[in-house]
């Protein structure tokens, strides 16, 4: 039996055939959903990729501005983690708008273990940051290691995310 046959998804079909049939008769709805999609990757992955370039050069930087930047880190989360959310809920809007396409589609599955790699990344680096907050002693330098290893990989991660999607959206 194939996953667009199961009963979750033939449910999940149903359950979002109105929708599925607004969007795919109405141009205005389509360019809301995969503008806000964008704009808010552009918002999110923007602030995300030029802090993650701040950590891998705060190595040569003096404790002051070391101090500065962490305290940077931890505000522009809350604007990444909006913008992220807002990308989140438009892109169950997409998927919402073809199921059955997207269910069995290779680089969906691949973008979504990614953005799961992404969340647990994000998590090592916030607790790596509140470490690096309360401890500037003995423990910082491999603190910083750890925080430079995990903006390594949120860059790569982001990159991957947005190229996956656009392998997703021409593979329709
Ligand atoms: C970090 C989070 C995400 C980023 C950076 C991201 C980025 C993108 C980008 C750049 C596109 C290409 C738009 C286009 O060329 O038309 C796209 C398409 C798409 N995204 Fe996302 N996305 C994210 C999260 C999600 C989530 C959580 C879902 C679903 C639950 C999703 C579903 C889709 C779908 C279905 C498309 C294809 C639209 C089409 O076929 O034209 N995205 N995404």
């Known amino acids: 039996m194939g996953l667009e046959s199961s009963l979750l998804i033939r449910d999940l079909v149903g359950l979002t055939a109105s929708w599925r049939s607004l ?4 141009a205005s709805a389509e360019t809301s959903v995969v503008g806000t999609h964008v704009l808010s990757t552009l918002v999110a992955g923007g602030l995300a990729l030029a ?9 040569g930087w003096n404790p002051a501005i070391q101090e500065h930047h ?16 807002i990308c989140m809920l438009s892109g169950v809007a997409l998927f919402a708008s073809d199921v059955k396409t997207y269910v069995v589609s290779v680089p969906f ?59 997703l959206s021409l593979s329709k």
Not at 54 to 59: E, F, I, Q
Not at 70 to 85: K, M, N, S
């Open 51 to 59: 802090h993650d370039r701040g950590t891998l050069r705060a190595g």
């Open 70 to 85: 962490l305290a940077e880190l931890h505000l522009v989360h809350r604007t990444v983690v909006i913008a992220l959310a």
């Open 23 to 26: 969007y795919s008769h109405s």
């Open 109 to 167: 599955w691949i973008k979504m273990a990614l953005i799961a790699m992404l969340f647990v990344n994000a998590l090592v680096m916030t607790s790596t940051e509140r470490d690096l907050r309360v401890d500037s002693g003995t423990g910082a330098t491999a603190a910083w290691g750890r925080i430079r290893a995990s903006s390594i990989v949120s860059a790569f991660l982001w990159l991957a995310i947005v190229f996956v999607s656009v392998v």
